[in-house]
């Protein structure tokens, strides 16, 4: 009994500390937008005084810094739901920051029935092991695939991403023991939702493919 206390604390605390890390990387992301769209204006400026000079150069130049800037704290991608948007571009701007070319593409109902919190969970640990797995190989090779559609009663969802040397791995599911507290976490999160998860691994790729029921 004491045990059983000892881990759903842990637990909580584990949920808890999960939820503030997302809530602070997506309070930084819209920060960086909210910071973009207040200098619009010195920018608009310094272009007019670049234009009188008729310094057509410097415009392109800026123009161009400008462009880098923009694709820094642009959202990466829009599925219809909020949550679902939250955790994905602030995960995926995280990407983007360390070279991580970022394939993504979405379209899912406004409200699912899956909690938040799960959302947070799977979504959110599943791309923290991609990007991580993604940082053993060089920037040219780097490389973050997902796709979320409904599927019918489900929610589909599909990760692959690159990963350093040949892991092989067969696939696994809700019943396995997990691969570390994320990935346990994960699993603990699908289970409870009644879905399924399929993993698999080949020379230097990695998938997970998960349905939840909606």
Partial sequence: MLFDRFIKKRVASFEKELLQKYYIEVENMYTKMRGWRHDYRHHIQTMKVHAANGEFGEITKYLDMLDDDLTNVETVIKTGNRMVDAILNSKLSLAAEKKINVKAEAKIPVSLSVSELDLCIIIGNLLDNAIEACME??????????????????LYLALTNTAGGKKKQSFATTKGAGHGLGIARVDAAVKKSGGYITRASEDEAFSTEVLLPQ
Avoid: S
Wanted: hydrophobic share 35%; charged share 35%; aromatic share 12%.
């Fill in 137 to 154: 190989l060089p920037p040219d090779r780097r490389l973050i695939r997902i796709y979320m559609e409904m599927k019918g009663n489900y």
